[in-house]
């Protein structure tokens, strides 16, 4: 996987295990960025420029640094799978 499907199925990941669905979309990250590029192997910076990447895109919102919107949540777990 890239960098951009790997943060993609971690946040995928984090919000099934936290809950998230279709009605309340919305979760706080448990982790850093830091803690996220570490175990994804990856640099904090890349991690970064992926999560504004995902914002951009309309994938993600994000309200405040530790919380995330999913905002289409279908499209970005077919992102995470590598077929978008």
Same mark, same amino acid.
């Not at 943060?7 to 279709?22: F, H, I, K, M, W």
């Not at 803690?35 to 951009?56: F, H, N, P």
């Given at each position: 996987k890239?960098?951009q499907?790997?943060?993609?199925s971690?946040l995928? /990941? ?6 998230a669905?279709? $009605? #309340?979309?919305?979760? &706080? @990250?448990?982790?850093?960025?830091q803690?996220?590029a /570490?175990?994804l ?6 991690? $970064? #420029?992926?999560?504004? &990447? @995902?914002?951009?895109?309309g994938?993600i919102?994000l309200?405040?640094p ?7 949540p ?11």
């Amino acid at each position: 996987k890239n960098a951009q499907e790997k943060v993609a199925s971690l946040l995928v /990941d984090l919000a099934r295990r936290l809950g998230a669905d279709q $009605s #309340r979309p919305a979760f &706080r @990250l448990p982790i850093s960025r830091q803690e996220m590029a /570490d175990q994804l192997g990856l640099t904090i910076e890349t991690v $970064s #420029r992926t999560i504004t &990447r @995902l914002k951009q895109e309309g994938l993600i919102a994000l309200p405040t640094p530790q919380d995330v919107v999913l905002r289409r949540p279908a499209e970005l777990a077919a992102f995470a799978e590598g077929a978008a």
